[in-house]
């Protein structure tokens, strides 16, 4: 395929940064490596707070200094996988159909971690979106 080629392809992905991770990231990796674009979402669920907090401890750091350097470290993980810098925005609790509010125009496509595709959620996204959504196994299950 011509890399030249204009590709609209723009994949939110939806990233819930825990030990183990899951394939949002490879799956944004292509989309870039195809000539598209991607944007992350990075969700703070209860899982993740315990483990910043438990960073924090370990550290001897405070919460908003934990919180930011795993911001930190995973902007330096999308460019090191990504192989550029793409827009980061966070969200703070459970993911619901308020993920809508993320998706814009350009969003052809949505990439979210099977850990937090439940409950009817994918359905609601495509629902309310109209997009289509992948959902992205964990990466042990990929290993």
């Known amino acids: 395929m011509n890399q030249t ?33 991607a944007s992350v979402l990075m969700v703070i669920t209860d899982r993740v707070e315990r483990d910043i907090r438990a960073f924090a401890a370990s ?8 919180e930011e350097q795993a911001i930190i470290q995973l902007r330096e993980l999308c460019l090191e996988q990504i192989g550029e810098t793409v827009p980061i925005r966070m969200h703070f609790g459970s ?31 495509v629902s309310y979106s ?3 959504v992948i959902v992205a196994p964990s990466l042990a299950a990929v290993a």
């Open 130 to 132: 109209g997009r289509p």
């Open 59 to 66: 550290e001897e750091l405070g919460y908003g200094e934990a």
């Open 5 to 37: 080629m204009n590709n609209n392809e723009h994949l939110l992905t939806i990233v819930e940064p825990t030990i183990g991770g899951d394939a949002t990231i490879e799956l944004a990796r292509r989309a870039v490596a195809r000539g598209g674009t």
């Open 95 to 125: 993911l619901g159909s308020d993920v809508v509010k993320y998706i814009t125009g350009d969003t052809t496509t949505i990439a979210i971690p099977a850990r937090l595709a439940n409950n009817g959620l994918v359905e609601r996204i």
